[in-house]
């Protein structure tokens, strides 16, 4: 069994690892920390994982993490870097659900989250977190930095019309001007309390933020260039706040170039996908829902020419709490251990 700790055991990312680990045959849960709820049983504050969980959150002093094979940070940006080092000497395998190990550039690091970077060293060897991009990295990886929810969506809707293994090196679409239109539930702000995701706040409401730039930004630009083999990517990124509490929709565009006006896009996207147990590439004409996903690892995309003209329009679906975050922690955890991807993350999604 992998014995794995969760700092931040109380925020949604948390709970949702704990919902996922607790059903995974090859993990010990071990080690679940919470610094306001210490001494706390688990299952008494979250009463789903009663018979589940047997825990009391202890803080992450108390904790013992270095007794751990695996431990996750589902925790603000900050966290995990301060505490690698002790674990990885510790031979403690690392992943990260906020952005310590996304930014390869520190000063971007710092520019977007605030704070100097406290380990480049440990940065420079930590492998980004989206396995159908970097499956073969992720194995061999100690630590990981997860991708970002909305980053996720972004980069796994535009990686096959620019990824070279399915273009053959031609240029489909213009990579200066690519656009992303994103929505997303309010889980995806955190747990803690806020106003903008008050009940009053949010539902019956929508609107966009970070228009003027958002951390993911960078992150998305940094992923889809090197998925296109280093050239420069140029997109405008909008996310908004949809009244909904999971789920992420991302609404994609690319302008074709003459080299892509005679491809067949359903094909090349099934193609690019063939084989990926979480994928879902939709039949012609599709429109993924958020509620096809909910709960689930699963991220759906339906790729659509309007009126056969010079724009596609890529429709991409994710649970931002699952294959936006704590699933594809697991996913990522099943590889660094040499366990089948898809083990504890069969879950379908719940309807309504
Ligand atoms: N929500 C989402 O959809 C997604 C979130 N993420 C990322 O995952 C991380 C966690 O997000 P989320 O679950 O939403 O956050 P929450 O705000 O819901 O939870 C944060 C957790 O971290 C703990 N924590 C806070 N500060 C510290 C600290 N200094 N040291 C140790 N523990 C701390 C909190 O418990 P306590 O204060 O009691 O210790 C709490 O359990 C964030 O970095 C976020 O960006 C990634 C993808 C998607
Ligand atoms: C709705 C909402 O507020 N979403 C968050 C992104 C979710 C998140 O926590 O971001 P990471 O994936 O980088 O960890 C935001 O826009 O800041």
Redesign the pocket.
């Known amino acids: 069994m992998i014995k794995v700790g969760i700092?931040?055991?109380?925020?949604?990312?948390?709970?949702?690892l704990l919902r996922l680990l607790s059903q995974h045959p090859e993990v010990q849960l071990t080690a679940i920390?919470?610094?306001?709820?210490?001494g706390m049983p688990v299952a008494e504050m979250f009463p789903s994982l009663r018979g589940r969980v047997d825990l009391c959150?202890s803080?992450?002093e108390d904790a013992k993490l270095t007794e751990c094979d695996a431990v996750f940070?589902?925790?603000?940006?900050?966290?995990a870097m301060a505490q690698a080092k002790e674990l990885l000497a510790a031979g403690v395998k690392i992943l990260?659900?906020?952005?310590d190990f996304r930014l390869k550039d520190t000063a971007e690091f710092e520019k977007w989250y605030g704070m100097p970077h406290a380990c480049p060293e440990i940065l420079a060897e930590a492998v980004y977190g989206l396995a159908e991009i970097n499956r073969e990295a992720i194995k061999k990886a100690r630590v990981i930095g997860?991708a970002?929810?909305y980053p996720t969506s972004v980069q796994l809707g535009f990686a096959p019309l620019i990824s070279p293994k399915s273009t053959g090196g031609k240029k489909l679409i213009d990579l200066n001007s690519l656009i992303s239109d994103s929505k997303?539930g309010v889980?995806?702000?955190?747990?803690?309390a806020e106003v903008g995701t008050l009940m009053a706040e949010a539902s019956d409401n929508f609107k966009a933020y970070g228009v003027k730039g958002h951390r993911h930004h960078p992150e998305i630009c940094q992923g889809l260039s090197a998925i296109a083999g280093g050239q420069s990517v140029g997109l405008t990124f909008v996310p908004h706040l949809t009244p909904m509490i999971r789920g992420i929709h991302s609404t994609l565009y690319a302008r074709i170039l003459p080299d892509g006006k005679d491809v067949d896009y359903q094909s090349l996207f099934e193609k690019f996908y063939a084989g990926e147990p979480f994928v879902d590439v939709m039949p012609a004409g599709s429109t993924p829902e958020t509620r096809s996903v909910r709960g689930s690892n699963a991220l759906r995309i339906a790729v659509h020419r309007p009126q056969g003209g010079d724009t596609l329009v890529i429709l991409v679906v994710e649970d931002?709490?699952v294959k936006?975050?704590s699933g594809q922690g697991v996913q990522c955890l099943n590889l660094m251990f040499g366990l089948p991807e898809k083990t504890g993350l069969s879950h379908i999604a719940l309807l309504p």
């Open positions: 700092v931040g055991g109380t925020g949604y990312t948390g709970v949702e920390t919470s610094r306001k709820e210490a959150f803080t992450p940070f589902a925790t603000p940006h900050g966290v990260d659900l906020a952005a997860l970002g929810c997303s889980s995806g702000a955190g747990r803690k931002n709490l936006g975050a």
